[in-house]
């Protein structure tokens, strides 16, 4: 397939990325490919596409919403600034979304990420208007301060019979207004990395899946509201 590489230098606020080119699928938001992009504020993603790489929006700071298209249906999902819902699905064909891909994208409150199955380093750090995520139970890796200084989560829910086993380094550092943190039934999670929710001043309980043996240095740090840990 096909993959977009220079969104940068798109100029309307509002850009809708075609299914193919050339007769074939776009499959690919490249690595910086929408990088600094000060104007582009709303992003429609075909179906097509299975994967965001590297700093694909990193800088993007007028972006608010991205859209992605249904994968079986004709109708869209709209992820806008209204903080979503937990029980959005898109059913788009996204499942990888790359390192600082959506970095400092501070304007984007609302992510649906129910059906990655890869997020990278620092994937949403800085997108300070990020009020809530749902973590999919399809899920496998989440790489170490993927949602660090998302400065307005304020819950994250971990699906049912969730598949990730590690709550990566620096994962939640300094959500300063992180209140909620559901662990899904059947979580199989053993390992809490260091710092992972270092500085989440709002959080004041947490119920660790039993399948956790290991709580790494710091997990905890500087959450001066915490009361209980069960």
Do not use: W
Not at 42 to 65: D, Q, W
Not at 160 to 185: T, W
Not at 215 to 222: H, V
């Amino acid at each position: 397939g096909y993959s977009i590489v220079a969104g940068k230098f798109y100029k309307s606020a509002t850009v809708e990325l075609p299914h193919t080119v050339n007769e074939k699928p776009l499959t690919v938001i490249s690595a910086g490919a929408f990088k600094n992009n000060k104007t582009v504020e709303t992003v429609i993603i075909p179906s097509s596409v299975t994967t965001i790489e590297a700093e694909a929006f990193s800088g993007c700071t007028n972006l608010k919403t991205i859209v992605f298209k249904s994968k079986t249906r004709s109708e869209i999902i709209t992820l806008s600034v209204s903080p979503m819902s937990g029980s959005i699905k898109t059913e788009s064909g996204v499942i990888s979304i790359g390192d600082r891909a959506f970095y400092g994208c501070e304007n984007l409150s609302a992510m649906d990420l129910s059906s990655i199955r890869n997020i990278g380093e620092n994937a949403f750090d800085g997108c300070k208007a990020l009020a809530e995520l749902t973590l999919s139970d399809q899920l496998t890796t989440v790489k170490a301060g993927a949602f660090s200084g998302c400065a307005s989560l304020k819950t994250a829910m971990f699906e049912d019979d969730n598949s990730l086993k590690i709550i990566a380094n620096f994962l939640f550092f300094e959500c300063a207004q992180l209140e909620n943190v559901v662990f899904g039934k059947n979580s199989k999670m053993d390992f809490i990395g260091n710092s992972s929710f270092d500085k989440c001043v709002s959080l004041k309980s947490i119920d660790i899946p039993e399948g956790v043996t290991v709580i790494d240095y710091g997990a905890f740090e500087g959450c001066s509201g915490l009361q209980s840990v069960k």
